[in-house]
């Protein structure tokens, strides 16, 4: 199967089908011009604008009609949220119709009168991201210079003013070692939580794809996060590594168990021009809002790539007989960066690639 196979399909303004209730998260790149220039980058984004972004009143009609009734939580991300000048309307506005929002900037814009006045406007905990324990290792992984001072500092601030925030790392070969000291400075800098985001191959990163980790050491390092996790004092989590799912049951671990693949199954994206996509890193044109005049949840219900993503019997390959097929899934990212086709095997899960 091809991309072009698995285009949204139904024509706009077609009668709203019956709402999937299953939508828990939406992240929305509400820009994608960004000041660092990532190696892992799946949006590839640089410091320049970018034409076709969602206007202020363009994002208030998409917020009007956010299905109130799931309240989704919004993840503001980019590129860098903070780069956006309606930036404080747009989160009031989210507040104002009940949603909770939660925010990923890179730091480099965060001030204290910034960060409060986002805290003011209902931005209920950020996320920073830290992809190396020192200076030398986290700014070369950005690609800028002062990256690692800039957002340890944001960091800071996001303490003294009250503001939960955790750590973002994204986890690959160049930074699986430095994983304990990460979780040491996080500690230090006051995050309550240490996300770990497997690296996915796609934008800047397809050309990391010999970064990412081994299907073996993914499974070690899983099984390291679930002890951290225990042993505490921050809670540390992991984040498209669907897998997870399977070694925490053969494991026959007891409390949190880790949460599959929710690309699509519970989670949706808004790309920086309207575009959905079932995540950031699965980039497969799931509905055009602009198309569906602004109209988020008619896109959503009536988006082909969603409905084919919840039909995890028909997943290929090993995912597809899977008995964690449900649970896990598989990264349909992973997947169709590998083949073309989001429906095929997980290629980094030891079971998919025997
Ligand atoms: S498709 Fe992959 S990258 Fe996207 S949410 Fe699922 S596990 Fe994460
Ligand atoms: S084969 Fe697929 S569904 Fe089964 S554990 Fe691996 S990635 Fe998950």
């Not at 363009?58 to 503001?76: A, G, K, Q, T, Y």
């Not at 009031?92 to 480099?108: H, N």
């Not at 800047?204 to 299907?215: N, V």
């Not at 699965?282 to 919840?310: Q, T």
Request: glycine fraction near 10%; proline fraction near 5%.
């Amino acid at each position: 199967m091809t991309n072009s196979e698995h285009g949204h399909g139904a024509a706009p303004g077609i009668a709203a089908k019956k709402l999937p209730h299953d939508l828990r998260i939406i992240a929305w790149e509400i820009t994608r011009r960004c000041p660092l220039s990532c190696r892992h980058c799946r949006a590839g984004a640089q410091d320049r604008d970018y034409a076709g972004e969602l206007t202020t009143s363009e994002c208030l009609r998409v917020l009007d009609s956010m299905l109130p009734e799931l309240r989704p939580m919004i993840i503001w991300t980019g590129g860098e949220p903070m780069y956006r000048p309606d930036i404080l309307e747009l989160v009031r506005g989210a507040s104002e119709r009940g949603f909770r929002s939660v925010m990923a900037p890179c730091g480099t814009l965060v001030t204290r009168k910034a960060l409060q006045e986002l805290k003011d406007a209902g931005i209920m905990a950020c996320s920073f991201s830290l992809d190396g324990a020192t200076a030398a290792t986290h700014d070369a992984f950005r690609g800028v210079d002062g990256a690692f001072a800039n957002v340890t500092r944001a960091m800071s601030i996001a303490a003294e003013i009250n503001m939960p925030f955790q750590v973002n790392v994204t986890v690959s070969r160049l930074n699986k070692e430095e994983l304990p000291l990460i979780r040491e400075t996080a500690v230090r800098l006051g995050a309550g939580t240490l996300d770990l985001f497997f690296l996915v191959p796609v934008g800047r990163g397809s050309a990391l794809r010999d970064l990412s980790l081994a299907p073996e050491d993914t499974d070690s390092v899983l099984r390291w996060a679930f002890e951290m996790d225990e042993q505490g004092p921050i809670r540390v989590r992991e984040t498209c590594a669907p897998q997870a799912v399977r070694i925490w049951h053969a494991a026959g671990r007891q409390g949190r168990a880790p949460s599959g693949c929710m690309g699509g199954r519970g989670f949706a994206f808004i790309s920086h021009t309207g575009v959905l996509q079932p995540c950031g890193f699965l980039d497969v044109d799931s509905g055009n809002l602009r198309e569906y005049g602004f109209d988020f949840k008619k896109a959503y219900c009536h988006s082909k790539v969603f409905n084919d993503l919840r039909q995890t019997e028909r997943y290929g390959g090993a995912c597809g007989v899977c008995g964690f097929r449900q649970a896990c899934g598989g990264c349909r990212a992973r997947a169709y960066a590998a083949t073309g086709d989001y429906m095929a095997s997980e290629p980094s899960c030891p079971l998919a690639a025997r």
